[in-house]
């Protein structure tokens, strides 16, 4: 699995459309192999980031649980403890 692509389900404040996009580009990007795609295959790359993007949204609307919603920046601060133990090690 790709790090870069966060969980977005069940936080306080809620996910953003930004927030959706980006991990749809890094999605593409993982699968793809492209960084940037060439211009021949730019239209694909953007429209699969598009159609990826959408789909996501209906996701995020239709997922239901009974969990309490996480707190942003005490989850932003958990991975920031935990990479830097697991770089400290190394």
Known sequence: MCRNIKQLFNFEPGVTDEEIHAASL?????ISGFNKPSKANEEAFNLAVEQISA?????????ETNAPPKDRLEEATKLKIRSAQRFARN
């Open 26 to 30: 890094q999605f593409v990007r993982k």
């Open 55 to 63: 789909i996501s949204k209906i996701l995020m609307r239709s997922l």
